[in-house]
């Protein structure tokens, strides 16, 4: 099952840094510490965190949240597996410096079928293809405007 | 009798907005929708309740101006405060029919916590101005009174007293140590232990702007009760006993003008903000409040400090153990001082 990517910058001032947040669904059928673990991951991906910046703790960010420190301690070690974060005792978690990896051959595979199962999702809750390929297109412009910055 | 009049009046006041300075999502202590609040049968609550509380505060009144005889204001003001609990408690129970669910959006902010109001300096100044205090008591031991008044009423007039030794003159200190000590802890457990309802958009700010205002109400009352105790430890103890110093009006008023006025901000902060974007809940349910939404109980919340859901400040979350260590704590604390005398 696809997972919704819950993700918001805020902007507190327009002169100041924007502060990076996360919103999680705690109703949602997703696990929190998934939605978590994305939301982050999002973040990461984009930039938010400068490489050897702390992370909040688990105990820290599970109080802002309001779920268990498992919870944010899972999504934590499910980072630090993919390589986006170093978990050090008494120090919280560490943003690496993580260099594109290559991808694997069933990495384009897995993304155009959960591409395929998110359509499907979409348009059982009534939205037309046409609205569910705009959106596509639209999200695929912003990722592509993104990379060209980067070049 | 007017000082005690005035008093009753600043009670009524205090608990005629309590019940206003809480998120729009939040009505006598029930999660309701943001928008109940301006429904006839929500204003009609609001009216109901305020009458109650100003009726109670007129019999109190009409009490100690009709009393023959000087009526202690313990007593009174109490009976008042028990009066406007029930009116709450009434009211909050007419709520409840309109309870709605709370949100399951949670947000959080990744970054590090502002700082306590004012910094290290500010945070330090209580505790400086007792130090201070101490040793200029040290310095003038010998000029000190033999007796010297330790306790004042509401008017002001001395009627506790204690004979010079060194704990009668070194015990208002050591209180002021204790009590600023656990009130800069409450702060910094407010600012690292308790949850933001919201982070984003407007509210998000006027979160973060209304638990500056309890904070700094903190550090005033620390500011308070270290000028209070220092006042007694440098004024009173060095008076001639025939004819003790009356207690200064702005320490018997200051509280409870501290209370209104962090009140009145924190009302104003509530209005001015608008809900944006999806519901973002209190993470605290309702079924986990009890006396009349004054005590949370809650072992699935990591917080230790929750926002209490009438008037202004946090209250412990009794189902995390550290708060019982923390209840611990400050009941040895408190009982040092006293026990300083025994």
Partial sequence: MTEPLQLSIVCRHHTMKPTPTIRIDVGSSVPAYRQVANALRALLVAGSFPVGAPLPTVRQLAVDLGVHHNTIAEAYRV??????????????????????PTPPPEARTSLVQRLRELTAEAQATGLSPGVIAGSMRSVATQLTAGKLKKA | MGTMLGFIVLLAVSFHLAPQVTRRDIFFGITVSPAFRDRPVARSISRRYAIEVWTIALAAVAFVAASPMPVPSGPVLLTQTLGACVAFARARHTVR?????????REAEIGPRSALPGGILAQLGPFLVLFAAAAYVGLYWEDISARFPTHWNLAGKPDGWTAKSGAGVFR????????CAMMLFTSYAVLHWTRLPRVTGTDGAQSR????VNLTA?????????LLLAWTSVVSMFSDPAGPPRLPLPFRVAPFALVIIGTVAVRVLRRTAAAEGPPVGDTTPDSCWFVGGYLY????????FVERRTGLGYTLNLGNPLSWLVLIVFAVALSVPPLLGA
């Avoid at chain 1, 986006?84 to 919280?92: A, E, F, T, Y």
């Avoid at chain 2, 029919?97 to 959006?105: D, E, K, L, S, V």
């Fill in chain 2, 97 to 105: 029919p309109y309870a709605a669910a709370p949100a399951t959006i």
């Fill in chain 2, 172 to 179: 208002g200190v050591v209180v002021g140590f204790v009590a």
């Fill in chain 2, 209 to 212: 702007r209304v638990r500056r």
């Fill in chain 1, 79 to 100: 980072l630090a597996d993919e390589g986006w974060l170093i978990l050090r005792r008494r120090h919280g978690a560490i943003v690496l410096d993580r260099s594109r």
């Fill in chain 2, 297 to 304: 109980v809650n072992r699935a919340d990591p917080a230790l």
């Fill in chain 2, 218 to 226: 903190i550090l005033a009352a620390e500011y308070l009760i270290a």
